[in-house]
């Protein structure tokens, strides 16, 4: 409810702090949506960046109703990852790994370095592993949405997603095997 | 398997570096607050806009039906009559009386409390579109006006598919349904599959007319999708009748109906492999068309898994493996659609300017500009 109110005052009075709520609640989600997508730190800031202001552009200049807000985020940043592969051909970063997170326990090293090689493996599997099964599989395990959120994000019916997901799960454990 | 989730549970840690998250945010909300827009407004249109925005839409609805049904009925007495409604049934878009006859039949289906019947007026008005498309198309001349009235039908014939595919997921999800109860649903939706199997192939003919017409040949795709779709899921409603209410169907008849669905699930598939083929000669392309390019082969695998669960009489994993065919379809339309859309209409605009070409958008690409368009 709280979500539509936002929404409602940005529609209403273009009420820029109310965005500002909004993009405070989903920028880590659209961020890590894009990066995994793109693997260029740089680049997954700048399109994060657009899609806000794209999504700010819709709102205020569609006259249909802003049924979910969620939904409509996610699919901007996936059409603006479009673009950016139609623009630009991919140049794969060589920034150190461990700039693309922020790890706050700075005294435990050791679990640190295990966190680390951990992510790094699965980051890596991640990136084997078709697009939409590695949409799906974000949202479910590192997102935590339900399947009838992901459904509404990705436009699939929930059986389709169930299958998807479980498919996804099955490929990434071949590729881990092999 | 928990190992693996495990694992992906520690990408959470990724996040966007903070100085960025708070660089970014200052510049958003400068870059916003120049729009922003200290208008006042009716205290009466601010609260039937924030009801509309915060209310489900079924409360809405079921505010707004018995309102529109008044008006209507007023509208009746008042104005045209009945005898109005009567002559705007053959009503074109564009024509005075059209609105009345989209009026009538949302009062009709408003009428219905059943919800597979409801499906199936759907399917009904659905026809109308088409035959509405089908005489627009007849008219000598190709003018911008005949488009936007062909556009006008293929909106509608959407938004009725729209409708029949709610409907049939309200059927779906019924529990506890008697068995006679099941039947008369069962039998309806294999009506609903049939009549959605010949709009599409009318749709067929008509995106064959207009192919020189890349956005109309797009808009006849993406309601022939809407269309077969309906029938995939007028098919689940089939089965799903049959297999909870332990129902006496002939088999062979549902059987029939899957083998129908699959062989048109691949005439699907091959067009989405042409459609990837030729989206991929356009220069700079290459990029978003190497994504989808294992698409058909994962499609036309899954096709060949639902042939083979219904060759072994598993009718739920055979449905199940078309609605997954179909999905991938439509998404690789959809991909296909908007790569092109971005080719063929560039933005025709300056700087800030916001231009929106189709009201009823669902789509957002902006780059300096914004442009919003249909899609699927």
Same mark, same amino acid.
């Given at each position: ?42 680049? !997954? ?25 969620? !939904? ?38 050791? !679990? ?24 799906? &599989? ?11 959120? &992901? ?7 929930? !059986? ?8 996804? &799960? ?9 | ?25 200052? /510049? ?16 009466? $249109? ?12 079924? #409360?809405?609805?079921? +505010?707004?039906?018995?309102?529109? +049904? ?26 005075? /009386? ?75 999800? $019924? ?59 007028? #098919? ?5 009748? @049959? ?13 029939? #109906? ?44 899954? /096709?060949?898994? $639902? ?18 065919? @179909? ?27 916001? @231009? +929106?070409?189709?009201?009823? $958008?669902?789509?957002?690409? #902006? ?10």
């Amino acid at each position: 409810m709280q979500e539509k109110f936002l929404i409602y005052k940005v529609r209403q009075n273009k009420d820029a702090e109310a965005y500002g709520k909004l993009y405070d609640c989903y920028i880590d989600r659209i961020y890590r949506f894009v990066y995994f997508k793109v693997s260029v730190r740089e680049d !997954a800031e700048d399109i994060t960046s657009e899609v806000f202001l794209k999504a700010w552009e819709y709102i205020n200049t569609t006259t249909r109703k802003i049924e979910n807000f969620n !939904a409509l985020i996610y699919r901007v940043a996936r059409n603006s990852v479009i673009d950016y592969y139609r623009n630009k051909r991919i140049n794969v970063s060589t920034d150190d790994e461990d700039n693309m997170i922020q790890i706050q326990d700075k005294e435990n090293i050791v !679990a640190k370095m295990d966190v680390v090689i951990d992510r790094g493996n699965i980051e890596k599997l991640l990136s084997h592993l078709k697009e939409v099964y590695r949409d799906v &599989i974000l949202l479910k395990y590192i997102e935590e949405y339900s399947i009838s959120e &992901i459904a509404d994000i990705t436009g699939k019916s929930k !059986a389709n997603v169930r299958v998807l997901l479980h498919r996804g &799960i099955q490929a990434l454990k071949e590729i881990s095997e092999g | 398997m928990d190992n693996i989730v495990e694992q992906l549970k520690t990408l959470k840690e990724i996040k966007p570096r903070a100085e960025w998250v708070n660089s970014s945010r200052e /510049l958003l909300l400068s870059q916003i607050s120049a729009q922003a827009e200290n208008s006042k407004t009716l205290v009466g $249109a601010n609260v039937w806009f924030f009801f509309k925005s915060a209310m489900p839409s079924g #409360v809405l609805r079921f +505010v707004a039906q018995p309102i529109g +049904v008044l008006s209507v009925i007023l509208l009746f007495i008042a104005g045209t009559g009945i005898l109005g409604v009567n002559a705007s049934k053959t009503s074109l878009p564009g024509d005075l /009386l059209y609105p009345v006859k989209l009026t009538s039949e949302k009062v009709s289906l408003s009428l219905i409390i059943n919800d597979s019947k409801k499906a199936e007026k759907h399917l009904e008005y659905a026809e109308e579109r088409v035959k509405e498309m089908e005489a627009v198309s007849a008219q000598p001349l190709e003018t911008q006006d005949k488009k936007d009235k062909i556009k006008q039908a293929v909106s509608g014939l959407m938004d009725q598919m729209e409708g029949a595919q709610n409907q049939l997921d309200k059927v779906k999800d $019924a529990n506890e349904l008697g068995q006679t109860e099941n039947k008369v649903i069962v039998e309806v939706a294999l009506g609903v599959d049939k009549k959605a199997e010949e709009l599409s192939q009318k749709i067929a003919i008509q995106k064959e007319e207009y192919k020189e017409d890349k956005e109309l040949e797009t808009a006849f795709g993406a309601a022939q999708a809407s269309t077969n779709q309906t029938g995939v899921k007028a #098919v689940e409603v089939v089965i799903n009748g @049959v297999e909870n209410s332990k129902l006496e169907m002939p088999t062979k008849e549902i059987m029939n #109906v899957i083998q129908k669905k699959i062989e048109n699930t691949a005439v699907t598939v091959e067009e989405m492999k042409k459609s990837i083929e030729q989206a991929g000669a356009v220069e700079n392309q290459v990029d978003v068309i190497l994504e989808m390019k294992d698409r058909p082969t994962t499609a036309t695998s899954t /096709l060949s898994e $639902a042939q083979e669960f219904l060759n072994q009489g598993d009718l739920t994993g055979a449905i199940e493996r078309i609605k997954t065919t @179909v999905g991938i379809t439509n998404e690789v339309k959809d991909t296909v659609s908007h790569v092109e859309a971005t080719i063929v209409s560039p933005a025709p605009v300056v700087n800030s300017t916001v @231009v +929106v070409p189709e009201p009823a $958008a669902v789509d957002v690409k #902006v780059n300096t500009d914004v442009i919003i368009k249909p899609t699927n």
